[in-house]
């Protein structure tokens, strides 16, 4: 049977009512969960790009305490820890440098204090060990050692720091001294610390993410900075004491 035309044809003038959802409002969804979904993928990658990078990171630390490969003109301990002292002490005492710079140490700290903590060389830290009171962080450490190795003309140097610590500590010095070659690295290892089985401590764990983030952290602002001495990035890190105290001219009290 034959249907009379409608008198109102709602395709001739470009629309018409559809059964369900509208066909554009339907693929909002779609491109939300895909924007979600890339999004979430995305995150993904880099968290297991920074966990596979924690874990070559850690891979990379120094197990064992090995006398420098050479001897250097001077030997650099930066503080944190009682055993670096020491060590740098015994390397000096066993030639493996001609002055000895403790950099970071706190103002409380005298002479007569690590003289007393090591008793058997007390002429030696009298001599040829020099006190750096100025730096409070890891760029600091090495705007004094570079600041001291100019002031006693040295080219080479051998740092002593713990073996966590190290890696960042190259970064600063290689960015500080223009020439990763005049270092030397010695890394202490720290009592308690066992880099094999770090998820076996949490303090171990947390140390070790710490430093790694600081480690990265450094890699990416020695990248985009030519002096450390005019680092912004250092203001921000150090709240702005630090670095004034780190950034500061040359005085004569910063060999002592």
């Known amino acids: 049977m034959l249907r009379a035309p409608d008198p109102y044809p709602t395709e001739a003038i470009g629309w018409a009512w559809h059964d369900g959802v509208c066909p554009r409002r339907a693929a909002a969804p779609a491109r ?7 999004c ?12 596979a990078g924690f874990l070559v990171f850690v891979s990379a630390l ?15 301990a930066l503080t944190g820890g009682a055993q670096r002292i020491g060590d740098a002490i015994d390397l000096l005492a ?11 140490v706190n103002e409380r700290t005298s002479r007569d204090e690590i003289a007393r903590l090591n008793p058997t060389q007390r002429a030696l830290i009298a001599c040829c060990v020099d006190l ?15 600041r001291w190795m100019r002031a006693h003309r040295f080219n080479t140097v051998a740092v002593v720091t713990s073996n ?21 690295p010695h890394p202490v290892v720290t009592e308690g610390l066992d880099a094999d089985r770090w998820w076996q401590s949490p303090p171990t764990a947390r140390l070790l993410a710490s430093e790694y983030v600081k480690f990265l ?31 500061e001219p040359l005085m004569m009290r910063g060999i002592d």
């Open 32 to 38: 939300r969960r895909l924007a979600l979904w890339a």
């Open 217 to 247: 952290a450094s890699w990416v602002r020695t990248r985009f900075e030519d002096d450390p001495e005019r680092s912004r990035a250092a203001i921000l890190i150090g709240r702005g004491k630090p670095v004034k105290m780190v950034a």
């Open 40 to 51: 979430g993928l995305g995150g993904g990658l880099g968290a297991l790009a920074l966990f």
């Open 62 to 76: 120094a197990r064992h305490e090995r006398s420098p490969a050479d001897r250097a003109d001077g030997i650099v």
């Open 132 to 146: 750096d009171y100025r730096a409070r962080n890891t760029i600091g450490n090495a705007i004094e050692t570079r």
């Open 94 to 104: 066993g030639g493996y440098g001609r002055r000895l710079l403790i950099t970071g």
């Open 164 to 184: 966590y610590h190290m890696p960042r500590t190259l970064i600063e010095l290689d960015h500080a001294l223009q020439d990763s070659d005049r270092v030397l």
